[in-house]
T-cell receptor, first 111, second 116 residues
Framework: KNEVEQSPQNLTAQEGEFITINCSYSVGISALHWLQQHPGGGIVSLFMLSSGKKKHGRLIATINIQEKHSSLHITASHPRDSAVYICAVRSADNYGQNFVFGPGTRLSVLP | DSGVTQTPKHLITATGQRVTLRCSPRSGDLSVYWYQQSLDQGLQFLIQYYNGEERAKGNILERFSAQQFPDLHSELNLSSLELGDSALYFC???????????????FGPGTRLLVL
């Protein structure tokens, strides 16, 4: 079993739809990150969470530490949101030194 | 533009060779992280340096080594290259030593390595 899992693997949505991407992890963590990888390969860090909820524009990220689960929501999706979304956790062991990445969710938003 | 620069953008080499990838962090950032992204393994954390010293080590092979220089740029050295080392290599930078705080890490555009 992978330490970080994401669902769905692939997601196709129509412009304007509300999107949810899920991340589950099995290790104790000190922080969880959501990353966006554009079709050209560039990576942008969207959020870093250790508890609760964060919002940036149309993006909302939540984390439930007890359930070891995080969600990334996109409201009013747009074709420019098409990208791979990657969940990464910083493990709490080894003094929180190690990053473990999920496999990514590939999102396509159609006009 | 994240402010993190990586050179070269593309690199083609042969098995058994050695290459050096270079990363310059954002101005003011003291931490540099190296990541490998291959088709079969996804993103993997390799190593982190903070202000010239190794801070954390992930899945970095013994054939790979890195260092951070006094001007804070970092180099990732890959030796005895194998076909399976073909991947995108990203570096990222952040201000402090641990992303368990409120910091953000900023990613460079990556170096695409192809080993033939």
């Amino acid at each position: 079993k992978n330490e970080v899992e994401q669902s769905p693997q692939n997601l196709t949505a129509q412009e304007g739809e509300f999107i949810t991407i899920n991340c589950s992890y099995s290790v104790g963590i000190s922080a969880l990150h959501w990353l966006q990888q554009h079709p050209g390969g560039g990576i942008v860090s969207l959020f870093m969470l250790s508890s609760g909820k964060k919002k940036h524009g149309r993006l909302i990220a939540t984390i439930n530490i007890q359930e070891k689960h995080s969600s990334l929501h996109i409201t009013a999706s747009h074709p420019r949101d098409s990208a791979v979304y990657i969940c990464a956790v910083r493990s709490a062991d080894n003094y929180g030194q190690n990053f473990v990445f999920g496999p990514g969710t590939r999102l396509s938003v159609l006009p | 533009d994240s402010g993190v620069t990586q050179t070269p953008k593309h690199l083609i080499t042969a098995t058994g060779q050695r290459v050096t990838l270079r990363c310059s962090p954002r101005s003011g950032d003291l931490s540099v992280y190296w990541y490998q992204q291959s088709l079969d393994q996804g993103l993997q954390f390799l190593i982190q340096y903070y202000n010239g010293e190794e801070r954390a080590k992930g899945n970095i092979l013994e054939r790979f080594s890195a260092q951070q220089f006094p001007d804070l740029h970092s180099e990732l050295n890959l030796s005895s290259l194998e076909l399976g080392d073909s991947a995108l290599y990203f570096c990222a930078s952040s201000v402090g030593k641990s992303l368990a705080t409120r910091e953000t890490q900023y990613f460079g555009p990556g170096t695409r390595l192809l080993v033939l």
